[in-house]
């Protein structure tokens, strides 16, 4: 029998720490070399794109694959979201497919747990300022992400294009963390200004964080550009990290962020000091000085996807959760 599962059957049993655990062991494993995962396949579509995300985990007993669709103009369009997925779980033994269950949420919380695994071994300890330039689903998550990871931050400036979109959004993680000033910015210059840890994950397709920004010892999170349409980050962004460290080379250089720098020649992949999983594996270090700037750029790998789809898997069938289907 396949397990279905519901977008709302997910957030039952899915949390930011489960996500965490799924993601970071992940990354372990990829560290270690004991996965198998392909770089990400596209299909372009008129007004977005489909993905193919497969991967195998042996050692975490997971594998399956991933299939996500991204329209960035879906939710003026069609009252839609701008990410929608499904993931499917297989089983290593015989192949067969153990669950197909909503990707959507999966890939929002994975997402977010990406991000804090970077703040976690790049991000400065004491930090306690931070700048968030998105408010969208992914605004959310990467808050929940920062907060696991990083509990004593004091304030977050928050940046979106759509100024209405910020009242609304400080209410929410008011709620969420009472302790933490939450206040609005004016730019993308007064977020990141000052800021411990600089967060982007907008779908911009034009650079709006500049180097010159960037204050000592900061620490930059660029989740947003996921294509090679989009772009976060201006080069002098790139050349004043000290450490840029990417969830995976061959997808790292497809994405805007670092594939028009490289196009101008300010940037190649031996400039790449780690993959994530070098470092969360032990095999290189994090950060090593409280003054050097670090770049996490996440593209999104389907280890993320499917270790947490294994993961809600388990939670699911242990909890009784789902709607068994025939085979």
């Known amino acids: 029998m396949v397990l279905y599962l519901t977008q709302d059957e997910v957030k039952q049993v899915l949390d930011m720490k489960s996500a965490f655990e799924a993601v970071e062991g992940g990354f372990r494993e990829m560290g270690n070399k004991a996965i198998e995962m392909p770089p990400r396949v596209y299909l372009h579509f008129p007004k977005g794109v489909l993905i193919a995300m497969p991967a195998y985990m042996p050692k975490l007993n997971a594998a399956g694959t991933k299939l996500v669709t991204v329209h960035p103009g879906n939710k003026k369009e069609y009252n839609l979201p701008a990410v929608q997925a499904k993931i499917i779980i297989n089983s290593i033994e015989n192949g067969s497919p153990l669950a197909i269950m909503d990707g959507t949420y999966v890939t ?16 400065r300890e004491d930090a306690k300022e931070v700048g968030l330039c998105g408010l969208g689903v992914q605004g959310r998550s990467q808050i929940m992400g920062l907060m696991l990871v990083r509990p004593k931050i ?22 969420m963390y009472p302790s933490v000033d939450f206040v609005a910015a004016k730019s993308a210059e007064e977020a990141t200004k000052g800021s411990d840890i600089v967060i982007t994950c907008t779908p911009s397709s034009t650079p709006f964080i500049k180097g010159e920004w960037l204050k000592k010892g900061a620490h930059v999170s660029a989740i947003g550009a996921d294509v090679a349409a989009k772009r976060e980050l201006e080069t002098s962004v790139i050349k004043k990290a000290n450490k840029l460290v990417v969830d995976f080379v061959p997808q790292a250089f497809v994405v805007g962020d670092f594939a028009k720098p490289k196009e101008e020649g300010a940037i190649s992949e031996k400039d790449i000091y780690a993959e994530m999983g070098e470092i969360v594996s032990g095999q290189k270090k994090g950060r090593t000085s409280p003054d050097e700037i670090t770049l996490f750029k996440a593209t999104g790998l389907a280890i993320e996807d499917v270790g ?10 242990k909890k009784k959760i789902g709607t068994e289907l025939p085979n």
């Open 154 to 175: 004091k304030k977050v400036k928050i940046f979106d294009i759509l100024p209405e979109a910020i009242p609304p959004f400080i209410k929410d993680m008011k709620a």
């Open 308 to 317: 947490t789809g294994a993961k809600v898997y388990g939670l699911a069938v």
């Open 108 to 123: 929002a919380v994975r997402t977010g747990a990406a991000g804090a695994v970077g703040i976690k071994y790049l991000a």
